[in-house]
């Protein structure tokens, strides 16, 4: 998994949800042990808006990618 501590992001559902909405999103990164009640609907938001869907191994990897010691189970990266 890529650094992304530097990267203008959201991290967290509800955050990435609000930003897809907004249109600010140039790619979403998924933790694939992630609940899928929580993901599949941003992931699909992000499949009709033509942005790309990137997977991380964990929330734990991810998190940890992004500067932070909880779990994320998806992270916005903005435009």
Do not use: F, N
């Amino acid at each position: 998994m890529r650094d992304l501590k530097q990267l203008p992001k959201l991290v967290g559902a509800k955050q990435s949800k609000k930003a897809l909405d907004d249109g600010q999103v140039a790619a979403l990164i998924v933790a694939r042990d992630a609940q899928q009640t929580v993901t599949a609907p941003l992931v699909e938001q992000a499949a009709r808006q033509d942005v790309p869907v990137e997977w991380a191994d964990s929330m734990k990897e991810l998190g940890l990618s992004c500067g932070i010691r909880v779990g994320a189970a998806v992270v916005a990266l903005l435009r």
